[in-house]
């Protein structure tokens, strides 16, 4: 079975730093093309950071562009999310999410994030929460 899996969440304090994980099993993450995708109460999920399967494209939201780095080793079959000058605005459930389909190439190829039903896998999500 294929299943991602993400860590990494917490309670920070704003202008603190976080990094989540993605671990995936049953599948080679290095084939697929990631996003990072996050969804508060109440609101609809959003993307947030997405990668090529290369590595080569990568694209932010206007929310997390100069804050956060999406990255990803193939070797460790996991992908990493590192998000600094956290706000409390910032406060959701982040979930990782792979699509083996190449469903995100037109959105990668146009500078945007994919929409979520653009991937085919996703994790459980890890909460963040970011208060003083």
């Known amino acids: 079975q294929l299943h991602l899996v993400e860590s990494g969440g917490g309670l920070v304090q704003p202008t603190g730093s976080l990094r989540l994980s993605c671990e995936a099993s049953?599948?080679?993450?290095?084939?697929?093309?990631i996003g990072w995708f996050r969804q508060a109460p109440g609101k609809e999920r959003e993307g947030v950071a997405c990668?090529?399967?290369?590595?080569?494209?990568?694209n932010y939201a206007d929310s997390a562009k100069g804050r956060f780095t999406i990255s990803r080793d193939n070797a460790k079959n996991s992908v990493y999310l590192q998000m600094n000058e956290l706000k409390p605005e910032d406060t959701a459930v982040y979930y990782c999410?792979?699509?083996?389909?190449?469903?995100?190439?037109?959105?990668?190829?146009?500078?945007?994030?994919?929409?979520?039903?653009?991937?085919?896998?996703w994790g459980q999500g890890t909460q963040v929460t970011v208060s003083s």
């Open positions: 049953g599948f080679a993450l290095g084939r697929y093309a």
């Open positions: 990668m090529s399967s290369s590595g080569t494209s990568i």
């Open positions: 999410a792979a699509d083996g389909l190449g469903n995100t190439a037109r959105a990668m190829s146009q500078g945007r994030v994919p929409r979520p039903d653009e991937y085919d896998y």
